[in-house]
């Protein structure tokens, strides 16, 4: 099968398998793999596929993984793609959730209508939403990578650069993964968690409720 052309056989058995691992390692699946197995061909989705999980293992390492995930969300964000952005935001949430942070921050239901806005008006309301202390760090990583993004800092350190890293693999994912819509499930290992994700679940529905009745 060439890039671009039509699933047979062979990619279907690779879908298959790559679904598989992702549920039992991961405890998610994304609905993007057939359209990067399309865009890519075999040889390029397995490249595709290891060089999303150099960086962001890279990602983790130096960042930690809650935080890691408000970067992929912010990455997704300035590229658009309500998917990624909604399941690494709701990753996001359910670290600050289980650590005794509450719902604080930003809904993830919320990202479609956010992608409406300028890049510029999108960070000005995660500040806004993010202006809890224990989000400092990781709101001035969001806030520099949108810089790099957008041609207004130069690479200063190493920090940087696995910043544009960042911001230059979720171009790369964005390009099949904003072909599908939200929800997305949480784009991390803590989705194996499921008694957290119903706790959060009940919290955030129950959250709206009370949204919508004082609105």
């Not at 130069?154 to 099949?176: F, P, S």
């Not at 991390?188 to 706790?199: C, N, S, V």
Request: proline share 5%.
């Amino acid at each position: 099968m060439s890039a671009g052309g039509r699933v047979g056989p062979v990619g279907r058995a690779l879908l298959l398998a790559m679904r598989k691992l992702a549920r039992l390692t991961e405890g998610y699946e994304v609905d993007f793999l057939e359209e990067a197995l399309r865009s890519f061909g075999p040889r390029g989705f397995l490249q595709w596929v290891r060089e999303s999980a150099r960086v962001w293992e890279q990602m983790v390492a130096r960042w930690g993984e809650r935080d890691a995930h408000l970067l992929a969300a912010g990455a997704s964000l300035w590229n658009g793609c309500a998917y990624c952005a909604s399941g690494h935001l709701l990753a996001f949430n359910l670290h600050a959730f289980e650590a005794g942070l509450g719902l604080c921050g930003l809904d993830e239901a919320e990202l479609p209508a956010l992608l409406a806005r300028t890049d510029a008006q999108v960070l000005a309301e995660l500040e806004r939403r993010f202006s809890h202390p224990s989000f400092a760090p990781a709101l001035a990583l969001v806030r520099r990578q949108y810089a790099l993004h957008a041609g207004m800092e130069a690479l200063q350190h190493e920090d940087d650069a696995l910043l544009r890293r960042t911001a230059a693999l979720y171009a790369w994912v964005n390009e099949c993964s904003i072909t599908v819509e939200p929800p997305a499930p949480p784009l991390g290992r803590i989705a194996r968690k499921r008694p957290l994700r119903e706790h959060y679940a009940r919290a955030r529905a129950q959250r709206r409720a009370d949204a919508a009745q004082e609105g």
